[in-house]
């Protein structure tokens, strides 16, 4: 078995612990490797071991792995993402995991009507208030919302965030639990989004706590691909 297969292997019966502590079915998470930090090689491997869905954060490296595994894979965008890149991205991935301003979202629309194409973006929230996160404010995310509800070529399909890296995850619980009770209030608001299901949250330290929080997607790189990085 590959070290990716036995990672993936251990990472499965954690998210199951973790779903049972919370009463959750482990068919609503989804795992998105992140493969910032490793080869197209290693990528390959993942893929092969089983993976579905390839995260990645800076738009050369993205557009060039995805040129080799395009078909293979879905693919999300979960870095930031500068306005100028959009061009070069977009129809690439079904999942843009950071959407955090307007100039963004206009240019995504924009360049989605020229193409056809219909961006599915998670919003992303600075919950825990650190000042080098990026994100909306909580208290941001339902004016953003009905702005953007009336670009066809986006769709708000969710929320997304960053907890800091601490030693003991349990700290970041109330990061991820303050997203998800986020989500249930706009979930509840007669606002015309769209259908905000999502949760993309959790990372190698803290994924079990997002996950009994509700997380529906978790951002997986080094504890599941590594980091080839010397
Ligand atoms: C790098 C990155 C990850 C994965 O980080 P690990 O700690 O290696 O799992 C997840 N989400 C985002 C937005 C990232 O940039």
Redesign the pocket.
């Known amino acids: 078995m590959s070290y990716i297969q036995e990672n993936l292997r251990e990472i499965r019966r954690n998210i199951a612990e973790a779903c049972g502590r919370s009463g959750r079915s482990p068919d609503d998470v989804e795992i998105v490797a992140?493969t910032?930090?490793v080869s197209l090689e290693t990528t390959r491997a993942a893929l092969q071991a089983g993976i579905g869905h390839i995260?990645e954060?800076r738009a050369q490296d993205a557009v060039r792995k995805w040129n080799e595994l395009g078909d293979s894979a879905v693919w999300h965008f979960?870095?930031n993402l500068q306005t100028n890149k959009v061009r070069e991205v977009i129809g690439k991935f079904t999942y843009l995991?950071s959407l955090d301003r307007l100039s963004l979202a206009r240019e995504l629309n924009k360049r989605g009507e020229q193409d056809g194409i219909v961006t599915r973006c998670m919003i992303q929230v600075n919950i825990s208030g650190e000042e080098t996160k990026h994100g909306l404010s909580p208290e941001e995310v339902s004016d953003f919302i009905e702005e953007i509800s009336s670009m066809r070529q986006i769709q708000a399909v969710g929320l997304m965030t960053?907890a800091p890296y601490v030693d003991d995850p349990e700290e970041t619980r109330w990061i991820f639990r303050g997203l998800r009770q986020l989500r249930d209030e706009l979930q509840r608001r007669d606002i015309p989004h769209d259908p905000l299901h999502h949760l993309s949250m959790g990372?190698?330290?803290d994924y079990q706590i997002a996950v009994e929080e509700g997380a529906t997607f978790i951002?997986?790189?080094?504890?599941l691909v590594g980091?080839e990085r010397s």
Do not use: E, F
């Open positions: 992140v910032k930090y995260g954060s979960i870095g995991h960053m990372m190698s330290n951002r997986l790189g080094s504890t980091d």
